[in-house]
């Protein structure tokens, strides 16, 4: 846990490549944990741009448990294609979760 949060300070700080290192190492070392995952997702989609990386990290989405990061990967695949209907149904989604757990 410690190595997922020195990776986030680094991201935070602008050390992007040696987040997405440090979080790889991390993945390798225990490929259970989401916390990795979920960091090297948004590292590579969102401040690398490295939609390769991004989908080879998508295509192991279905092997890796994600937990409380799973309703991020609608946000990164709408980053991948932001398509205008891929954007309303990433939209429109997003709003039934938000009015969801109002409810709660």
């Known amino acids: ?4 949060l020195v990776a ?19 993945l390798a070392r225990i490929p259970d944990m989401s916390f990795p995952f979920a960091n090297l997702l948004r590292a590579a989609a ?5 939609w ?4 080879r990290l998508l295509a192991l989405e279905a092997t ?14 709408t980053k991948r294609d932001p398509t205008p209907a891929n954007l309303e149904r990433w939209r429109v989604a997003f709003e039934a979760r938000v009015s969801h757990d109002q409810l709660r």
């Open 64 to 77: 890796r448990p994600l937990r409380e990061f799973k309703d991020g990967l609608d946000f990164i695949r």
């Open 8 to 26: 986030l300070a680094r991201m935070a700080a602008g050390r992007v490549e040696e987040a997405f290192r440090s979080s790889r190492m991390s």
């Open 46 to 50: 969102l401040c690398l741009g490295d």
């Open 1 to 4: 846990m410690s190595a997922n």
């Open 52 to 55: 390769q990386g991004v989908d």
